[in-house]
């Protein structure tokens, strides 16, 4: 029996997979288990944010995997608390609640929002508004909190408590913004959702009226934060912070690792005993962690993080096929003239380039450190497989 087979005979099938059987990779190049190569513009999904097995970070998770792989969180260890206080440092932000997903990150933040509350104001004011065509995970209640109906099937009863705002809507944010309301809940660019980016003034808004209602702010940056952008976090982009930040998939660099941060004023809702998780800031992770933010974490890098997303938007651009971008720095959402985007992906993959799709728009999540040399010989598979 072959991978596939194998695979197919013992996995659910939730995935609809590409026929391709991932072997190692090196930076931007994946190799299947035929030795065929592939420039990864999708790396992961945005997880492997340093590339494949960057040295820097091979090194520190191999040195913490003889050290220690792990120890119960009743126990401290050194390499979570320089995780936390270079994570905090690089988001401005005061404390941190380690997860191993992003749906655990925003479950940790909903549970922070309505506790904060709760202890204020008693019951009643529990309800959560998130947007539409947001994606905030796959739990019971994050699926809830994800604003596209497609996701509110089969699994009734599901949590209740989130209402639903149309983006870049503030007519429709102000009508819902009532007195039930704890928490309003938002990605700075939607990216499941299509990489749309909210507009400045809706941003603006949301942040108004939290404040004015004591209404808590949860920026799900899961996919935009840890330098994505160009900034550390997208928020950076719009001068906004919000009181909660969640971040996962590139945080660790492709290892398994979720964090919730907390501003000033939820920094002590969450109390002994009201929350927890196993494995949640793994020395392992942490360790991979850290090798993100000595880079992720750094001006210059960032800066030239920007540089090489002009670069490639400029590159885009340039393509007959190619109608508009969207989404901010190497984040990028890709309307396409004539084409369906996932046969876009389709091609490409067959001529070795990976790309990911997002709604009709195919998305890129290229790997933060990047090579011009790697982006050009992307592009030019990219344009091919437009062009056809
Ligand atoms: C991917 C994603 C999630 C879910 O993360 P998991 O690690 O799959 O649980 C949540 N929010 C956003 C914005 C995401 O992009």
Not at 90 to 119: L, P, Q, T
């Amino acid at each position: 029996m072959n991978t596939i087979e194998k695979f197919n005979e013992n996995v659910m099938a939730t995935y609809g997979r590409y026929p391709l059987v991932m072997e190692s990779g090196s930076d931007v190049l994946a190799t299947d288990e035929n030795g065929k190569e592939y420039i990864d513009f999708g790396s992961g999904i945005g997880t492997n944010s340093l590339g494949y097995c960057n040295n820097d970070w091979v090194d520190a998770v191999c040195s913490q995997v003889k050290k220690i792989q792990h120890t119960s969180n009743y126990y401290y260890t050194k390499v979570q608390a320089d995780f936390a206080e270079k994570l905090t440092e690089a988001a401005g932000m005061e404390k941190v609640f380690f997860g191993n997903s992003g749906a655990e990150a925003n479950e940790c933040a909903i549970k922070i929002a309505r506790k904060y509350s709760f202890d204020k104001y008693g019951k009643g004011r529990h309800n959560i508004i998130t947007l539409v065509n947001s994606f905030h995970g796959r739990t019971v209640t994050t699926l809830s909190a994800t604003g596209q109906d497609v996701f509110h099937n089969y699994f009734f009863p599901f949590t209740e408590g989130f209402i639903y705002v149309t983006a870049n809507d503030i007519e429709d944010l102000r009508a819902k913004a009532d007195d039930s309301v704890c928490a309003i809940m938002f990605e700075y660019i939607q990216g499941e959702g299509g990489v749309n980016a909210l507009n400045k003034d809706f941003v603006d808004e949301i942040f108004r009226i939290a404040e004015e209602k004591d209404i808590i702010t949860i920026s799900d940056e899961v996919q935009t934060g840890v330098g994505r952008t160009g900034e550390f976090l997208a928020g950076d982009n719009f001068g906004k912070k919000a009181d909660v930040i969640t971040l996962a998939k590139g945080i660790a660099g492709g290892l398994p690792m979720g964090a919730c941060l907390t501003g000033k004023k939820c920094s002590s809702v969450l109390t002994a005993g009201t929350h927890g998780s196993t494995f949640g800031g793994n020395p392992v992770c942490c360790a991979g962690g850290l090798a993100v933010l000595k880079k992720a974490a750094d001006r210059s890098f960032l800066d030239e993080i920007k540089k090489k997303a002009e670069y490639f938007r400029k590159g885009l651009s340039a393509i007959e096929e190619v109608s508009a971008l969207s989404g901010i720095g190497l984040m990028i959402g890709i309307t396409i003239k004539n084409k369906k985007a996932g046969d876009v992906a389709k091609s490409c993959l067959d001529k070795g380039l990976l790309v990911l799709t997002a709604k009709d728009k195919v998305r890129l999540l290229p790997p933060l450190t990047i090579s011009y040399e790697d982006i050009d010989k992307g592009l030019k598979i990219l344009a091919e497989a437009l062009s056809e």
